[in-house]
C-alpha cells in the first residue's frame, strides 16, 4: 500500500494567505488612525527564505492583495517597494521566530519619540498592560523600548537596529524618532496585539508628561 498524501502549501496560496492576514491588519490599524494617509507598512513570512510586504504607496486601510509582494529576506527590495523594506528583512533574518512586523505612523509614536530621543530609549514601568508584551508575566517589570534616530538611508538604520537587537533578545518593537512604531511578533495577531498595547502605552506616558509640568 502506498503511504497517503502529505497536504503542503503551495507558494502561490502562502502568499494569498499571508495577504489577506495584511489586508486584514491594515484596516483594522488604519480605523485607529496608526497609519494616517499612506504611511506605514506591513509584512508577514512566508518561510525561510521570503516575506510578503506591502508596497509603497498606498493607504494601508484600502489595501488589496496586489498590493503584497513576496520577497527574497536576502536581496535588495525591488523597486516600487516601500523604502523602509530594508528594516523588515533585517527583522527577519536576524530573528528566525519573527513572522509578522507592522510599522504604524501614530501621531503619539511619531511625538513621544521625539520628545524623548536624547535618552535613546523609552522606558515603561508598573503597567498591567506590560503583560501583553512578549512573554512578560507582570506589571512588576520594566520594559525599555529602543528609540532610534530618523535616517533617510534605510539600509544604514536598519544595521543600526539590527547592531543594537542583536544585544537585547527580549526586545518586542522600537521606535524611530518623529517617524513611527516597529513591532513584531511570532504570528500577526501577537503582532498586533504588540501594536495596540504600545500605542495604548505611549498615550499613557505622553499624558504622564503633560501632567507633570
Excluded at 497517503?4 to 488604519?30: Q, Y
Excluded at 523604502?83 to 528583512?89: G, R, S, V
Excluded at 503619539?108 to 514601568?125: D, M, P, T
Excluded at 523600548?145 to 522600537?174: G, H, K, M, T, W
Aim: aromatic letters at 6%; one cysteine or more.
Amino acid at each position: 500500500m502506498s503511504a497517503p498524501a502529505v497536504a503542503s502549501t503551495s507558494p502561490s496560496t502562502a502568499l494569498a494567505d499571508a495577504a489577506r492576514e495584511i489586508v486584514e491588519v491594515g484596516r483594522f490599524l488604519s480605523v485607529r488612525n496608526f497609519v494616517p494617509a499612506t504611511s506605514g507598512n506591513f509584512s508577514r513570512r512566508l518561510d525561510a527564505r521570503t516575506a510578503a510586504v506591502t508596497r509603497s504607496g498606498v493607504d494601508k486601510g484600502e489595501l488589496t492583495e496586489a498590493d503584497v509582494w513576496a520577497l527574497d529576506i536576502h536581496a535588495p527590495p525591488p523597486p516600487g517597494s516601500s523604502a523602509e523594506t530594508h528594516l523588515h528583512l533585517h527583522l527577519y533574518r536576524d530573528r528566525p521566530h519573527v513572522q509578522a512586523v507592522l510599522h504604524t505612523h501614530s501621531m503619539v509614536s511619531a511625538l513621544l519619540s521625539n520628545l524623548r530621543k536624547a535618552e535613546g530609549e523609552l522606558r515603561l514601568s508598573d503597567f498591567e498592560l506590560l503583560k501583553a508584551l512578549g512573554d512578560n508575566k507582570t506589571h512588576e517589570a520594566t520594559v525599555s523600548i529602543p528609540i532610534f534616530p530618523n535616517d533617510q538611508d534605510v539600509p544604514r538604520l536598519a544595521a543600526r537596529a539590527s547592531e543594537l537587537l542583536a544585544q537585547r533578545p527580549e526586545c518586542v518593537a522600537y521606535l524611530i524618532a518623529g517617524h513611527g512604531l516597529y513591532t513584531w511578533g511570532r504570528s500577526m495577531a501577537e503582532a498586533r496585539r504588540h501594536t495596540v498595547a504600545l500605542e495604548h502605552l505611549l498615550t499613557y506616558e505622553l499624558e504622564t508628561m503633560k501632567v507633570r509640568r
